[in-house]
């Protein structure tokens, strides 16, 4: 028999253990302590839960597209998170699920903590569809509800068949029936948010009446279950609140045998910390022989009060200078990135759509000649029309277009037949994935 049959960590959004079950020699579980899995006298890979809050979640929904463009929109997302934005250290994974019109994105982005060199990483609600996973409550071909009760608060996670698809937590008050069927939502990989109706509900908690609440809720809608924990961990004298954290942590550690949350794993693989420093050093020696000259031709030309002087004014300006380069190496980057990522996977639906625009602001006695240039710089457009009127009209459509950024008219002359002739420069308003960031998006909308 192995030492440890199972072991899983709960950590809070500030990063602080909150529980581990494990069965060592005196049966006793192991609180605010980290251990490794053993199975059959094998080290196993731990599994640790992170708080859902501690979690940044970006969402997008790609209409119906290649599978190849479809995944080079995730590594994309990817691609800005880790080096377009710089954060100090984080892990990212992102998740597909392909409905009938469309693929759901779902990035999930947690900062990086220190953990073995192999490690599985879940969103603590993973833990409660591990639970019910081993309960049998997870169908292919129903709706369930899961609900977790602790210390007056209820997480719950809703999925759709096999596939989690929300996420929430809340008080546990006199609105449980609002709140339940808010919880009741199809808001990851979806277009658009829906409530759904859940056919199974699992109830995880010591308490019978918390199972009675949800029961009365529900009536005969859905088949309620009570998964009662009280009975966890006996002999141990636990609160309710550190045995509802042993119970998560046992669920964590059964996340890694459920196919359908492989996925869900967030951390990535770790970039070895030797290579950083060496590099870092190398770069520290490099500087230093090349600074070697320009200090001892000092020491020679000058004398020890112009040297305090020139040293405290270099003091002075650093921590200024080392913000205006830290400024402007961000700049360039963001610039480099922005000039190159994600340009070939705008394809013929973004001609299309401009073609259609423009259609649209069209009055009918305006006719286009010629179409040319590039989306990502400007487009000019060439056309007669009736009268000038209509060409106002045309260019105050333009200007009142949510797919048009920019228009500017360039001429506009009557010729001998009577007709006006015009040219018109325009410039097109992408879609959101393929703006630089949230800020630009919001902007550009107002």
Known sequence: MSKYMLSGIYINKNFKIGGEFSTGPKNIPLLHSVCRSIVESKSATPAIGIDLDS???????IAETQEKKIHEIGALQLEYHNEGSKPDASWSNFIFEKGDKGTGLLVMITPAFDVPKKAYAYPVQAALYALAYKQGCIKTDMNSLILFFSGGLIMSLSCMGETIV?????????RLAMNLKLSCQSVFFAKERQLIKPENVLVISGNADD??????????????KHLDISGYFPGHD????DRGHLALAYGVA???QIPSLAHWNILGARKSQWKKTSRCLLRCIFLLLLALPIIFSAEILTNESLSREVDAKSEAIEPLFKRVSKTMSNIQQMKSFASHSGRHLIGPDVCFSLFSEIDKMRPNDLWLTSIAGN?????????????YSMLLKFIENLSNSKKIKSSQLIFANMT?????EFQIILKYKFAREFRQNKTDAEGAEQ
């Open 55 to 61: 979690i940044k979640m970006e969402q997008l929904f």
């Open 166 to 174: 929300f996420a929430r937590r809340f008080s546990d008050n006199v």
């Open 211 to 224: 199972f009675h609440k949800v029961e009365k809720v529900y009536g005969s809608e859905a088949s309620v």
């Open 238 to 241: 636990l609160s309710d609140l």
């Open 254 to 256: 059964l996340a890694p």
């Open 375 to 387: 989306p990502y710089e400007t487009i000019s457009i060439n056309g007669f029309v009736a009268n």
């Open 416 to 420: 001998e037949g009577g007709r006006v």
